[in-house]
């Protein structure tokens, strides 16, 4: 399964410039064949450090997440690093950027209104499968799931909880769980 | 969403008509990239390019937005390129997507690193099962959110569903699963709004 360092290089643009051009909604909707491709496919890491990575990401600042700079770097470094983000977040700003202007021509067509009313619901499917995805991919067993749909069903609840007192407050249960039952 | 013509005439309102500097602009987004937690990187947007620095207007800003809606990328990310290009051109949006980036790329490999160091320690095990639980919900969260919102109708959600379905529990590859459903989507679409 090892490859070189440029095999490595090309294997992560191979994985991350096409999704770029399907992350609808964010590169968060991608997330499930990310995970399928670098856990099942390439085998780069375990099922355990793809959640873990997933987990710090979305704590630490910036757009979407930083995911892709995680496993780039895991695979090769710096350069993969590079590789990953770039290949994940610069492609679709250039659709946009060389599409914006046409693309606001077109408003009011019909079928311009077709494209955005479509791409919705499989951006918003793509979004749930995110997290079954990372689920599956992580070994924490039963106290996950329940905690993930506990976590949903609060946040439905309460829309204006902020995100990062939520995943610090999870963690931190976790973590008091994990000393008193280790 | 063409740039601020440079050759206003000097007569004219002063407002804003020298051009805002490309280091100005990459610190801007540096700043705002390394800051915004939580991922609503457009919230954070509007309330430092618009509301505080002035940069661009309301109008202009609710306008990137919708443009980029159907679009695929990070809504933060899209905005961040048009708002780069409505000040400085090409250039400007380059620069503008390079700060926004570069501050959490930094931050999440220092991050990295020191997982790389504490990773297997099962209390940290143990803290990031539970912070990747909150995170699976907050994405389980914006999903189904976006699946009713705007009440859609029953093609809708039997395409998210049908997404849900193929890509989340049978694990199907994504590319192929969203080329079959897309065009059907759309067509559906298109024949309701001709219905209705």
């Known amino acids: ?182 | 969403m063409t740039p601020e013509p440079m050759h206003d005439s000097l007569g004219g309102d002063v407002v804003a008509e020298e051009p805002i500097g490309l280091g100005t602009i990459f610190l801007a987004f540096l700043r705002l990239g390394s800051t915004s937690f939580g991922g609503n990187t457009a919230g954070w947007l509007y309330r430092d390019i618009v509301l505080r620095r002035g940069w661009i207007d309301n109008a202009t800003f609710l306008s990137i937005l919708a443009v980029g809606q159907a679009l695929p990328g990070a809504n933060g990310v899209k905005a961040t390129v048009l708002i780069g290009h409505n000040l400085r051109g090409g250039i400007g949006a380059t620069v503008a997507l390079f700060g926004l980036l570069s501050g959490p790329f930094a931050i999440i490999l220092l991050v990295g690193a020191a997982y790389r160091e504490l990773g297997e320690h099962p209390l940290v095990e143990a803290v990031l099962d539970g912070m990747a639980a909150a995170a699976i919900g907050l994405t389980f969260d914006t999903g189904l959110r976006s699946a009713f919102h705007g009440r859609p109708g029953v093609i809708a959600l039997a395409i998210a569903a049908a997404t849900v379905l193929c890509v989340g529990v049978l694990g199907w590859p994504m590319i192929p699963v969203i080329a079959a459903l897309a065009p059907v989507s759309i067509v559906l679409a298109l024949v309701e709004r001709r219905r209705s």
């Not at chain 1, 890491?45 to 793809?50: P, V």
């Not at chain 1, 704590?59 to 496993?71: F, R, T």
């Not at chain 1, 009011?108 to 793509?126: F, T």
């Not at chain 1, 946040?155 to 008193?180: E, N, S, T």
Request: hydrophobic share 60%.
């Open chain 1, 1 to 182: 399964m090892r490859g070189s360092f440029e095999a490595n290089l090309v294997a992560l643009a191979l994985v991350f410039v096409p999704l770029s051009f399907l992350s609808f909604g964010g590169s968060n909707a991608v997330l499930a064949d990310i995970a399928h491709q670098t856990v099942t496919v390439h085998h780069w890491m375990s099922g355990r450090e793809f959640a873990d990575f997933f987990a710090l990401s979305r704590a630490a600042p910036g757009p979407g997440s930083m995911l892709a700079a995680l496993i780039g770097w895991k695979v090769a470094g710096l350069s993969g690093a590079l590789v990953a983000t770039i290949g994940l977040y610069v492609p679709s700003a250039f659709l946009v950027y060389g599409l914006a202007r046409v693309w606001q021509r077109w408003r009011g067509r019909a079928w311009h209104d077709a494209v955005e009313r479509g791409v919705a619901p499989i951006a918003a499917g793509l979004l749930v499968s995110a997290g079954i995805a990372i689920l599956r991919a992580s070994p924490g067993g039963l106290s996950i799931w329940v905690a993930a749909i506990a976590a949903t069903a609060i946040l439905l609840r309460w829309p204006k909880l902020p995100p990062l007192a939520l995943i610090a407050g999870c963690g931190a249960l976790f973590g008091v769980i994990g000393a008193l039952h280790p």
